[in-house]
């Protein structure tokens, strides 16, 4: 099973709103990772996990908040975001941090109002 | 800091055809790279991971090469079909961006029939 799952696939908020993102593996994967999608982009790292532990934050801002319950599940909490927020995002895996192959979920396509 | 050019941005052929995506990055110190294929508004699937000690990898119809002297990566597609068309994005790990991938632009594949 080589299978990132991620809910909701999409999502409508508005700025005043909290939600959660979700991700789930069961390959033994100890690395997970958030990535956000511009159209027409690649996408672009924001957050890494490494066994339960956040590793890389790569400057976002506090109104995105994630959270690594257990080796197998990633969460983003989302607050108060706004418009430019609108993205997809992607989670991903790998066996450990930035090593191995990296698989991705299908994405939670969000969109702010 | 490494930087990810792909060419050409986009191609159009018809089916049939056998192809090459073209990839180059400016750091010669990579532990990997790895060729995504991107359907739209979908998550990546990893299509090929190349380690730094390897010189190419197969599967099916897809083989990548790396060169890391000239710093350059290519995918091959033999036998191109419609199901082909896609976003494909390769992405190098290492150099002085230590384990993250950074990513190309992207190629947009269209395989008219």
């Known amino acids: 099973d080589t299978e990132v799952t991620q809910t909701p696939k999409h999502l409508v908020m508005g700025m005043t709103n909290k939600k959660s993102l979700k991700c789930e593996q069961h390959?033994?994967?100890?690395?997970m990772y958030w990535y956000k999608q511009k159209a027409k982009k690649p996408p672009e790292l924001m957050f890494v996990?490494?066994?339960?532990?956040?590793?890389i934050n790569e400057s976002v801002p506090s109104r995105f908040s994630p959270e690594c319950p257990n080796s197998s599940l990633l969460n983003l909490h989302l607050h108060a975001l706004q418009p430019e927020d609108s993205a997809l995002y992607l989670c991903?895996?790998?066996?450990?941090?930035?090593?191995?192959?990296?698989?991705f979920g299908e994405g939670s396509r969000l969109t702010v109002l | 800091k490494q930087e990810v050019t792909q060419i050409p941005a986009a191609l159009s052929v018809p089916e049939g055809e056998n192809l090459v995506l073209n990839c180059s990055f400016t750091?010669?110190?990579?532990?990997?790279l790895q060729w995504f294929r991107q359907d739209p508004g979908k998550g990546l699937t990893s299509l090929l991971l190349?380690?730094?000690?390897?010189r190419e990898q197969t599967s099916g119809r897809l083989n990548a090469s790396l060169d890391k002297s000239s710093g350059r990566s290519t995918l091959y597609i033999a036998a191109s079909q419609p199901g082909d068309s896609a976003t494909y994005l390769c992405?190098?790990?290492?150099?002085?961006?230590?384990?993250?991938?950074?990513f190309g632009q992207g190629t947009i594949l269209t395989v008219h029939p």
């Open positions: 190349i380690q730094s000690s390897q």
């Open positions: 750091d010669s110190a990579i532990y990997n």
């Open positions: 996990y490494s066994y339960e532990k956040l590793s």
């Open positions: 991903a895996s790998s066996l450990r941090e930035f090593t191995g192959e990296l698989f």
């Open positions: 992405a190098a790990s290492g150099g002085t961006s230590y384990g993250k991938l950074t």
């Open positions: 390959m033994g994967h100890r690395a």
